[in-house]
């Protein structure tokens, strides 16, 4: 992976990756108001999430900015889907702060890492937690019963498999912090 030196350029892949803090406040107005406008917003820039990531390594513009700025735009969704859906009595208030908490910790370990020049990529395990959580929540948010198939029990199943995977790649992130931070200390 090749880093830019310039920290705080912006390039395409970083300009998606704010629209995505930019368009919190609608998605939470919206939401409410409108379930489907709500999960259509919050689809949109969940596929951001995939879009600056991709375009940034294609295009060579990976920068400590984004490396810092991208996950935590991530989590700013996530954590204000969570609360609505903890605000429209879709979860459970201990479901939403276990997903926070766990966001908290691996995103403090990979900025406290990158301070050090160490880079701890995103690992199959987070990936598939980031992939269970945002189809839960759309689910949740749309909470319909489609051709029999109620979409609130689907999203209620795939934010505890989310659960699951946040626990298992949390610990995988703490393990290669450690390995990698203990190796650069020797």
């Given at each position: ?114 301070s050090k020049d160490i ?13 269970s959580q945002i189809i ?51």
């Amino acid at each position: 992976m090749r880093l830019s030196g310039n920290t705080l350029r912006l390039n395409l892949p970083t300009a998606l990756t704010l629209s995505r803090i930019v368009i919190i406040p609608v998605f939470i107005l919206a939401t409410p108001v409108n379930n489907f406008l709500g999960a259509l917003i919050f689809s949109i820039a969940s596929i951001t999430d995939f879009l600056d990531g991709y375009l940034a390594r294609r295009s060579g513009q990976i920068t400590k900015f984004g490396i810092i700025l991208d996950p935590i735009a991530d989590k700013f969704l996530v954590i204000a889907a969570l609360i609505l859906l903890v605000d429209m009595a879709r979860i459970s208030v201990w479901v939403a702060v276990i997903i926070i908490v766990r966001e908290f910790l691996v995103t403090g370990l990979r900025v406290v890492a990158l301070s050090k020049d160490i880079v701890i990529k995103a690992e199959l395990g987070g990936k598939l937690k980031t992939t269970s959580q945002i189809i839960a929540i759309i689910c949740l948010i749309l909470g319909w019963d489609v051709m029999g198939f109620d979409l609130y029990d689907a999203g209620i199943v795939l934010i505890w498999i989310s659960i699951v995977l946040s626990i298992i790649s949390g610990v995988q992130y703490m393990v290669t912090f450690w390995k990698k931070t203990t190796n650069t200390a020797l």
